[in-house]
């Protein structure tokens, strides 16, 4: 047996275009009889008990599932530690520059800054390199 198929609802205010209806909402409220049910419940609209909702269901199953094992990253718990400075490199040490634009120049180390960098001098420049580019000269 074939289903019954649903008639289509007429509105009881067509649209003259889309978004306006043929009559105002005073004319609606006085179509649809709504001044008669507040009348007859003391000028209020009747309400009605609310009902009481259905218990949540234990977790859902998700929706989605990843066609591939996506991989949760580790946790770090690493903490930047200061960087250690080799025991020969101390304040007024001669280093020589192994990289850089200055490489094989003679340099004097003046300080180690926070991030690890080393602030040289090297007669008119004062500059900042990494300490596993020097290297310390040895004077007996």
């Known amino acids: 047996m074939a289903a019954k198929r649903k ?3 007429k509105t009881r205010n067509p649209d003259l275009i889309r978004g306006v ?3 105002s909402r005073s004319k609606m409220y006085h179509k649809r009889g709504l001044w008669a049910i507040k009348a007859k419940n003391g000028g209020a609209f ?3 008990d609310p009902k009481p909702k259905a218990p949540a269901a234990a977790e859902k199953p998700p929706k989605f599932y990843p066609a591939e094992d996506v ?3 580790l946790l770090n718990k690493r903490k930047p530690k200061p960087t250690k400075l080799r025991a020969s ?3 007024g040490t001669v280093l020589i520059l192994l990289a850089g634009r200055f490489m094989g120049k003679r340099v004097v180390f003046l300080k180690q800054l926070t991030s690890g960098l ?3 001098t090297g007669g008119h420049y004062i500059f900042y390199c990494y300490p596993f580019f020097v290297i310390d000269l040895l004077t007996a």
């Open 7 to 9: 008639t289509p609802v």
């Open 21 to 23: 209806g043929k009559y």
């Open 46 to 48: 009747p309400r009605h």
């Open 71 to 73: 991989k949760k990253p």
């Open 89 to 91: 490199i101390t304040p």
């Open 118 to 120: 080393l602030l040289v």
